[in-house]
């Protein structure tokens, strides 16, 4: 979990250095860069999602080496395949986020920050196939037990992060290119550059590094597999419908809170950015759960699958609790460390008690859906985020907010509630997914 920690952190934290940069310019760069990510993100982490499907795959295909040993013939073909499938997902993706400009009128988008939200979606954009390739590759070595690598490369790019956020925002001249300075739209095209430096970089190191030589990921490259590409949709497909059906919640949450204005837009922003890099503990939890859960699945191990579930769900609690401490004590100094306008620092302070409340559900929830899929149970999980969030948080949200008038404080308590119904709807699925696991390996 360590290593995979310090890469959700270090990937959160571009999306921080963004929001707190974008923030010093001016509430409207900030609103601007809030409501890009809230088109680019569930794009993003839906081809993410789906691409997820590789470490359940490669992970149980490693586990079965003890019954098996041509398993490990399969791992190469896995991660291949995904790369295939990465080039799809990511020239879709980017057309999408191209198009997406045209959502605006329909979205109520204030005119006033159309302009600068449009640029940094065009320039974010081009980074999405760089996305694509990086997940399948972090999911096959971080599958096989090898995070570090990731982590390096994360915290590496995190470093270059702040100076080419600052050549885009403010403009730079070197020789005859010159770029005019873009405010908080610079942030786009300055994590595009980013994300393509840190997928050469990840690239270079699994050719050349000695434990991946017995595997050759990139000694060959055979056609697209149709088989076993449907076979990775399958089962990745459901968690990236859960997961855009979670994060497209939280995201369009500015939407929905625009026409109240770029202040509570810009709190909104404050809060779901502080509270996106506490998510990074249960989720960091959660992949190394699904990494372990997917190589016992492969070696049929049922009682340390039951063990794994018991101590990742424990552990979880405890990391929830830690969260909620530290939210109540630094509120008000974290709403102050993203912007200097008081009435925006006196909203996130008041949002950051309704994130607060949803640690120990938030954390439930995000660590049984691991768990399911390391099983891979895909399926059920789709459909119960997509009711815990759509049917139960999405209405109870817009109905609080809009129509009790509570404003964002309304939309925050609507995702209290469809988390705590996901995390109880997931809990009982994984009770029973583990009854016919059970069954399934004694007749083995």
């Keep these: 979990m360590l290593p995979i920690l310090l890469t959700q952190v270090a990937q959160a934290g571009f999306g921080l250095i963004d929001t707190i940069m974008a923030g010093r310019v001016s509430a409207g760069d900030l609103a601007s860069v809030a409501l890009g990510v809230g088109f680019?993100?569930?794009?993003?982490?839906?081809?993410?999602?789906?691409?997820?499907a590789t470490t359940p795959l490669v992970a149980q295909a490693f586990g079965a080496r003890i019954f098996d040993s041509n398993s490990l013939h399969k791992i190469p073909?896995?991660?291949?395949?995904?790369?295939?499938?990465?080039?799809?997902?990511?020239?879709?993706?980017?057309?999408?986020?191209?198009?997406?400009?045209?959502?605006?009128?329909?979205?109520?988008?204030?005119?006033?920050?159309?302009?600068?939200?449009?640029?940094?979606?065009?320039?974010v954009s081009l980074g999405l196939p760089a996305?694509?390739?990086?997940?399948?590759?972090?999911c096959y070595t971080e599958a096989l037990g090898k995070p570090r690598p990731v982590t390096v490369i994360s915290l590496c790019g995190l470093a270059l992060a702040v100076p080419l956020n600052y050549l885009f925002i403010?403009?730079?001249h070197i020789g005859s290119l010159t770029v005019p300075a873009l405010g908080g739209a610079g942030c786009g095209f300055a994590t595009a550059i980013l994300q393509w430096l840190m997928l050469i970089t990840l690239v270079t190191y699994l050719s050349l590094a000695k434990h991946y030589r017995a595997f050759r990921v990139f000694e060959h490259f055979e056609g697209p597999d149709k088989a076993l590409i449907l076979r990775i949709v399958r089962l990745g497909f459901p968690i990236g419908i859960a997961i855009f059906f979670e994060v497209t919640l939280f995201s369009l949450a500015a939407l929905v809170v625009s026409p109240f204005g770029e202040t509570v837009i810009a709190a909104h922003q404050v809060a779901l950015s502080a509270t996106s890099q506490l998510f990074m503990i249960p989720l960091s939890l959660a992949i190394a759960v699904t990494i372990r859960m997917g190589q016992l699945?492969?070696?049929?191990?049922?009682?340390?699958?039951?063990?794994?579930?018991?101590?990742?769900?424990?552990?979880?609690?405890?990391?929830?609790?830690?969260?909620?401490?530290?939210i109540a004590i630094f509120r008000h100094d974290i709403a102050v460390l993203y912007s200097n306008d008081l009435k925006v620092q006196a909203l996130a302070a008041t949002l950051l008690l309704f994130a607060m409340a949803y640690q120990l559900v938030d954390s439930w929830q995000v660590?049984?859906?691991?768990?399911?899929?390391?099983?891979?149970?895909?399926?059920?999980?789709?459909?119960?985020?997509?009711?815990?969030?759509?049917?139960?948080?999405?209405?109870?949200?817009?109905?609080?907010?809009?129509?009790?008038k509570m404003g964002a404080q309304?939309?925050?308590?609507?995702?209290?509630?469809?988390?705590?119904?996901a995390a109880v709807l997931l809990l009982l699925r994984l009770r029973k997914r583990e009854k016919r696991v059970a069954i399934k390996f004694s007749q083995i």
């Design 297 to 326: 699945y492969g070696q049929r191990d049922v009682s340390g699958m039951r063990r794994l579930r018991k101590v990742g769900l424990t552990l979880g609690t405890g990391l929830a609790i830690f969260t909620m401490i530290l």
């Design 410 to 421: 309304g939309f925050w308590f609507g995702l209290l509630i469809g988390l705590a119904v």
């Design 367 to 404: 660590t049984t859906a691991a768990c399911l899929r390391g099983m891979q149970d895909t399926k059920v999980t789709m459909w119960i985020t997509f009711f815990a969030y759509w049917v139960v948080a999405f209405p109870t949200g817009i109905f609080l907010s809009r129509g009790l």
């Design 40 to 52: 680019w993100l569930p794009i993003f982490l839906l081809i993410g999602g789906i691409l997820q």
């Design 77 to 123: 073909q896995i991660t291949r395949q995904s790369l295939w499938l990465a080039l799809l997902l990511g020239l879709v993706g980017l057309l999408l986020l191209q198009l997406a400009p045209l959502m605006f009128q329909f979205l109520e988008v204030p005119l006033i920050l159309q302009a600068k939200t449009r640029l940094f979606i065009m320039g």
């Design 131 to 138: 996305v694509a390739f990086y997940t399948a590759l972090r």
């Design 170 to 172: 403010y403009g730079f």
